[in-house]
């Protein structure tokens, strides 16, 4: 899995922190998964990572208080 966040354009005092990026498995409450990130870029960072089950996973992705969400299904 490869996953890219990048902060809103307007967000200058976030382009040199690290985000915190955490999966947690939906189900079987499987969680604590934060694999490290790679910066690509200022202000882009990317994680590859290989789960370890299939089914209904969430990853948060964000800086201090300010998170994404997002749900997705592995096969």
């Known amino acids: 899995m490869d ?15 690290r985000p915190d990026v955490n999966f947690a498995m939906v189900e079987m409450h499987m969680d604590g998964l ?6 690509v870029e ?17 990853v948060n992705v964000g800086f201090g208080e300010e998170f994404a969400e997002v749900q997705f299904d592995a096969p």
């Open 34 to 39: 934060t694999p490290p990130l790679e910066l």
């Open 3 to 17: 996953i890219q966040f990048m902060p809103d354009a307007d967000a200058v005092e976030t382009v040199g922190m």
């Open 42 to 58: 200022a202000g882009v960072w990317r994680v590859n990572l290989k789960l370890p089950m299939a089914g209904l996973w969430i």
